[in-house]
């Protein structure tokens, strides 16, 4: 399952030039470790139809009106969990400990609970322990592939696979409630949606703090936790 889980993470990770050049090479390997049914490997040939159709920049203009405009698309994990509550702060510590203690290192750039992030780091585990880590956020993954159907948008045979990987699909009434995003609909809401806070680093993680953006303290406990392991 090592190189479906690198290939589904190659293919929800922001668009690049060297993906484009090599998306026959992640088709070839997803097809070969059959690891999908013909029913998920089938939905996904839009993603590489795109890839072979479009300019990059176009891709990369439709990724970002995506995942980087949307907190209900988020592809951080954790935003769709704990929303801004303060157990977000530790839930990130506890995620790059886990990383860290199976000897995976993390690209600086990027968060913990980044989806292809987390895949990647799936993909260094045994199957069934990649299997049982997939199936936690199950819940956020099948909310995510309806919301992007929804759109019509061919990420969303993405998050099917990655369900088909987890081997569970949870049921609406079983899958715990997630934070009801409404994204921005006017120029004024986006505005006030992406205004920068002042920064208080004084103030406790999750509690008085208001950060100029949700990124401002994930990155801040990505930090707390590459400390902590130095000092473990």
């Known amino acids: 399952m090592k190189y479906t889980l690198r290939g589904l993470s190659a293919l929800i990770a922001y668009p690049s ?4 050049t090599h998306i026959g090479g992640v088709r070839a390997a997803l097809h070969q470790e059959a690891e999908l049914s013909s029913d998920a490997l089938a939905r996904l040939e839009p ?23 949307s907190r209900s698309l ?7 969990v704990h929303g801004d509550g303060r157990q977000r702060g530790q839930a990130m510590i506890d995620l790059g ?28 585990l045994p ?7 997939l199936g936690q956020p199950a819940h956020v993954l099948a909310a995510l ?12 045979g ?51 703090a208001e950060p100029s953006r949700l990124i401002t303290r994930l990155r801040a406990a990505q930090r707390d936790a590459n400390v902590q392991a130095k000092g473990g």
């Open 17 to 20: 030039e060297d993906l484009q």
């Open 145 to 156: 592939e309806q919301r992007l159907a929804e759109r019509e948008s061919y990420y969303a």
């Open 47 to 69: 993603v590489f139809d795109a890839f072979g159709r479009d300019d990059l920049f176009d891709l990369q203009a439709h990724y970002c009106e995506l995942f980087d405009s």
């Open 158 to 208: 993405v998050l099917h696979s990655l369900l088909r990987l987890a081997e569970r699909r949870p049921a609406p009434e079983a899958a715990p409630d997630l934070p009801d995003y409404r994204d921005p609909a006017t120029p004024e809401e986006v505005d006030r949606a992406w205004e920068d806070a002042p920064i208080n680093f004084n103030a406790p993680l999750g509690e008085s």
């Open 97 to 124: 400990q886990a990383y860290l203690a199976r000897g995976f290192m993390m690209r600086e750039t990027e968060l913990p609970d980044y989806l292809p992030m987390f895949l990647e780091f799936l993909s260094v």
């Open 127 to 133: 199957k069934d322990e990649a299997e049982e880590w």
């Open 74 to 80: 988020s592809l951080h994990l954790f935003e769709h």
